[in-house]
């Protein structure tokens, strides 16, 4: 039987999507890139933020329609938005012939038989995954044996000798980098989130799991390691050493044939001196860093249940680029929290402009299902909302722009993942993969995964072009 996957969101759900393929594909299932070929269309769903959600509907839908037109006998939802609403989006969509949650993902291949056969699969239930595991840290790694947690699986007998790579992956594309999942879930109360209620709380991987797959993934073509969790920062947490992300990059650069560790989703109020020296001076570690502002507001931060100010926040930027000036930084802002203030968002477009970060995204508000923020007062209209995003969103395209062009005439190093017109195309240090911009070696025939030295000649918004260093 043929299965076509379908991910939305995030990186954490790329990851996902090949542990579902392994999945599959041990228990006689094949993968085809063509949804036409398929007897099965799986869609990994996204159920982060309201536009999230209505494209993962949509794909749903666009799946549905295949079994009208050729060889697709069934539709299948699984992810976050599955996980998150289960009965409720079922009943809401006829057309998907399962809702599956994460506790269905170890007898996936099980419940797809049954479906294809003509069985019926009962959507799940949600509930709130904080508590399936306790509450203190240090408990977690032995009551999660009995947990279902997406990228903590161990790989079914007969997959691999017991004693090489317990790897349950299937890379589904040839991209030179990959997202490698060190931990699952979130302990944050962040009142606009409600992904730590059905992600459950924070449970890191070991640190000999997450090498395995990361000599795996060099075995599969990989030159970069792009580490994903829900938060990054507080990896280890629970493995009783705050200190393990330190070691653990240690640890990857000993990695033989891997060129390029980057770590993302870093909480700025948990970033200690001893994190950023340690991802400035590993070798192989990029200086790039991912973090979750939110807003530069205090109070209005404060009323998020999030830490931190502008100046504290400008005061950890000025930490990074004292010790390496041409790293990378990128953030997220929300735009029209409840309560936000014309005040507020005066302060954060002066710390924008201050802070000369070199990605930006910005998100308008919306309620979301569970959280504190559905319940706050003061809701502003959702008119004010998307003005105060559209300026934000217009002010940060321009400082990113400026901020590209201030790196013209660098020298830095750029990682080819493709070829174009006779140039190669490729991301540098600074630039994360998909989101941050790209860069265009004009002229360069290097191999897909080669690192090229090149000096930066022109930027087209955060795009930049760069001619090879001889």
């Known amino acids: 039987m043929n299965v076509h ?7 954490r759900n790329e990851v996902d999507s090949e542990e ?8 006689g299932f094949r993968l085809v890139d063509n949804a036409d070929e398929a007897d099965t269309v799986m869609v990994n769903t996204c159920g982060f933020v309201e536009q999230a959600k209505k ?3 949509d794909t749903l839908l666009e799946a549905a329609d295949l079994k009208e037109q050729g060889r697709t006998k069934a539709v299948v939802a699984v992810g976050c938005m599955a996980e998150r609403y289960g009965k409720e989006l079922a009943d809401s969509m006829p ?9 269905s993902y170890t007898d996936i291949a099980d419940r797809l038989t049954t479906i294809l056969n003509g069985g019926h699969v009962e959507a799940h239930a949600p509930r709130d995954r904080r508590q399936l595991l306790p509450i203190t840290p240090v408990k977690r790694r032995e009551a999660a044996a009995g947990v279902a947690v997406p990228g903590h699986a161990d790989l079914p007998a007969g997959v691999a000798p017991g004693s090489g790579p317990r790897t349950l992956r299937k890379r589904l594309g040839n991209s030179p980098y990959a997202a490698l999942k060190i931990a699952s879930g979130c302990d944050r109360r962040c009142a606009f989130c409600a992904i730590p209620r059905f992600r459950g709380s924070y449970l890191s991987r070991s640190p000999q799991e997450v090498l395995e797959e990361a000599r795996w993934l060099v075995d599969h073509g990989v030159h970069e390691v792009f580490l994903v969790s829900e938060n990054s920062s507080s990896y280890g947490k629970d493995l009783g050493d705050i200190r393990a992300l330190e070691k653990l990059l240690g640890d990857l650069s000993k990695v033989d044939g891997l060129d390029w560790i980057r770590v993302s989703y870093l909480q700025p109020a948990e970033i200690r001196p001893t994190l950023i020296d340690a991802m400035v001076s590993t070798d192989k570690v990029v200086p790039y860093f991912d973090l979750s502002f939110q807003h ?4 209005l931060l404060r009323r998020m249940r999030r830490f931190g100010e502008a100046e504290s926040f400008l005061g950890l930027i000025d930490q990074i680029r004292d010790k390496v000036p041409h790293a990378g930084i990128r953030s997220n802002f929300i735009a029209g929290f409840p309560g936000e203030t014309e005040e507020d968002v005066e302060i954060l477009k002066d710390f924008m402009i201050r802070a000369r970060l070199d990605v930006v995204g910005i998100f308008g508000y919306s309620d979301e299902d569970n959280t504190e923020g559905a319940t706050l007062d003061r809701h502003l209209e959702q008119d004010v909302v998307e003005a105060r995003a559209a300026e934000l969103s217009h002010l940060a395209a321009e400082l990113c722009a400026q901020r590209a062009e201030e790196r013209l005439g660098d020298t830095t190093t750029v990682l080819v993942e493709g070829h174009e017109g006779g140039a190669a195309v490729g991301r540098a240090e600074f630039q994360g993969p998909e989101v941050d911009g790209t860069t265009t070696i004009v002229d360069c025939d290097a191999a897909v995964g080669e690192l090229v030295l090149v000096s930066l000649t022109a930027a087209d918004g955060v795009d930049l072009t760069a001619e090879v260093i001889a």
């Open 95 to 103: 057309e998907a012939d399962a809702v599956l949650g994460f506790d």
């Open 20 to 27: 579902l393929a392994a999945r599959l594909e041990a228990s």
């Open 5 to 11: 996957l379908v991910t939305l969101g995030c990186a």
């Open 55 to 57: 494209d993962s509907v």
């Open 296 to 299: 530069a507001s205090g109070p």
